[in-house]
Structures are given as structure tokens and as C-alpha cells.
Nanobody
Framework: QVQLVESGGGLVQPGGSLTLSCAASGLTLRYYAISWFRQAPGKEREEISCINSAGGVTNYAGSLKGRFTVSRDIDKTTAYLQMSGLTPDDTAVYYC??????????????????WGQGTQVTVSS
């Protein structure tokens, strides 16, 4: 059974930072692109970043470039999303998803087969 597991969410003050992790079981993650999505209350799930299987191609939603950094470890088995300069608008459930894609453009949730359960990020003072 394939499982993606996110961790690292929580409550952070405005201006703070968090790093989310995404690890997989039942799936050889090194062969898959990893994308991060987020879904705020009452909004659509949106793709915010992607990193390809080799780790050499990354993509970001325009508004997040410079504040968020996606990476994966040397074995390509775990992906990370480093978030800084967080604002209340970043409050959402964050999901990782896996699919053998190129990450040359951001896509949609329907493009992805494997999903984590999500981790809550709340930015509030």
C-alpha cells in the first residue's frame, strides 16, 4: 500500500518559518516528482511547488517564489518544503503528492495519483 506522510506543520507566528517533510512507503519515491499543494478553508486545492525526480527542476506558484523552497534529500526519498516569511494568508492544509511528471509547469490536483493526508499550517499571532 502506497503512503505519503507529511510532517512539520503547526502553529507559527506571522513572519515565522516552518519546514514540511514528505516521506513515502510502498513507493520508490526517487522515481517520482513531488508536488506540494495547499488548501485553505473554502478555497480550491492549489499546487504551490514541484520538484522533479532528479531534484534538478523546481517550480513555484508566482506569489510564493522567494519565500518557499522545495528540495529533496540526496537519496530522493524525502521531499521538503521550507517556508519563510509566513503570513496568515499561508494558513492552510498542506499536502504532498507524487507522480512521474517533469515539473516544468505547475498542474492540478487531478494530475496526481498519490497523496499524503495533509498537515495543518496555521499562521497567527
Amino acid at each position: 500500500q502506497v503512503q505519503l506522510v507529511e510532517s512539520g506543520g503547526g502553529l507559527v507566528q506571522p513572519g515565522g518559518s516552518l519546514t514540511l517533510s514528505c516521506a513515502a512507503s510502498g513507493l520508490t519515491l526517487r522515481y517520482y516528482a513531488i508536488s506540494w499543494f495547499r488548501q485553505a478553508p473554502g478555497k480550491e486545492r492549489e499546487e504551490i511547488s514541484c520538484i522533479n525526480s532528479a531534484g534538478g527542476v523546481t517550480n513555484y506558484a508566482g506569489s510564493l517564489k522567494g519565500r518557499f523552497t522545495v528540495s529533496r534529500d540526496i537519496d530522493k526519498t524525502t521531499a521538503y518544503l521550507q517556508m519563510s516569511g509566513l503570513t496568515p494568508d499561508d494558513t492552510a492544509v498542506y499536502y504532498c503528492a507524487a507522480e512521474p511528471l517533469t515539473c516544468t509547469t505547475l498542474g492540478e490536483a487531478a494530475d496526481y495519483t498519490y497523496w499524503g493526508q495533509g498537515t495543518q499550517v496555521t499562521v497567527s499571532s
